[in-house]
């Protein structure tokens, strides 16, 4: 079993420190056990100099030669997926401190394109091991008659988040998981003061890289307050491959689940999709 995914020494002293400065430090090793390493996928970090990253979500995927368009349902109520987000793995390899992820290859997320989603269910998750950004043109919805009318689906053709394009630049850090429920019970055994004191603070106050934004994050804890998507630190044979926030058209948190042994073995065909109902 492969859970958890340890944070790094630096990340880990960043933590600690401002656990301590939140009042926590009775508390920090238990704080520090539910973090977990994260690949924190967001906006360009101010001063950043380098190219544009192939990594995205929303607009239409850049794919490779021969790729086919996932749909969901059958016959007259066949529809394409929803496009979620494409990762270029050689962009996010650096920040993969654990090496849990293929060092290369490009991922596509989906989600199914009707209303039949139950709440947890298998999506479709592509791997290309052997392609790389300069291997993509953008996917020609023009020529796919499956987008011919604009009012089925979710949203807007080609059924994606209905903001623009956002680029997604990788910065792996600590990233500690929610502690507050569990299946009603706290995932923490901590006294009323620290949980006090835990709940009053604000969303980055334990950020050990603020500066870094997460629209999505890869291979994360569950950030989730209401409940836990996989249960965390080794108690179950799934974890977070893909924290997707909360896309436009579900309006839910979503998140891409996989199994270790698939994840070992860099085989995506098997991911389930959980949403968390608010």
């Known amino acids: 079993m492969m859970r958890p995914n340890p944070v790094t020494a630096h990340d880990e002293r960043t933590l600690r420190r401002l656990i301590g400065e939140a009042g926590l430090a009775p508390w920090e090793g238990e704080l520090t056990g539910v973090a977990e390493h994260g690949i924190a996928l967001g906006p360009r970090p101010d001063g950043f100099g380098g190219p544009e990253p192939f990594s995205r979500c929303g607009g239409v995927p850049a794919v490779p030669p021969?790729?086919?368009?996932?749909?969901?349902?059958?016959?007259p109520d066949e529809?394409?997926?929803?496009?979620?987000a494409q990762i270029d793995l050689a962009e996010v390899a650096?920040?993969?401190a654990n090496g849990l992820l293929p060092p290369r290859g490009l991922l596509y997320f989906f989600f199914p394109g009707h209303d039949g989603f139950a709440g947890r269910d298998p999506v479709t998750v592509r791997f290309h091991p052997d392609r790389s950004a300069a291997d993509t043109a953008p996917y020609d919805v023009a020529a796919d008659t499956a987008f011919a009318d604009p009012t089925a689906g979710w949203g807007a053709p080609?059924?994606?988040f209905t903001g623009p394009p956002a680029?997604?630049?990788?910065?792996?850090k600590a990233m500690p998981a929610q502690v507050e429920r569990f299946h009603d019970e706290p995932l923490l055994d901590l006294p009323d003061e620290a949980a006090d004191r835990l709940a009053a603070l604000g969303s980055a106050a334990l950020d050990?890289?603020?500066?870094?934004?997460?629209?999505?994050?890869?291979?994360?804890?569950?950030?989730?307050?209401?409940?836990?998507?996989?249960?965390?630190h080794g108690a179950g044979p799934d974890r977070i491959l893909l924290d997707a926030g909360v896309p436009d058209f579900t309006g839910c948190p979503l998140y891409y689940v996989i199994r270790d042994e698939d994840l070992a073995a860099a085989d995506f065909s098997r991911v389930e999709a959980v949403t968390v109902q608010r």
Do not use: I
């Not at 368009?69 to 016959?75: E, K, M, N, V």
């Not at 529809?79 to 979620?84: A, M, S």
């Not at 680029?167 to 792996?172: D, E, I, R």
């Open 167 to 172: 680029a997604l630049y990788a910065a792996g």
């Open 66 to 75: 021969g790729f086919v368009w996932p749909r969901s349902g059958s016959g």
């Open 208 to 232: 050990v890289a603020p500066e870094h934004g997460a629209y999505m994050v890869l291979l994360g804890p569950d950030r989730e307050t209401d409940q836990y998507v996989v249960p965390p």
């Open 79 to 84: 529809l394409p997926d929803c496009f979620v």
């Open 94 to 96: 650096r920040e993969d």
């Open 158 to 160: 080609p059924w994606e």
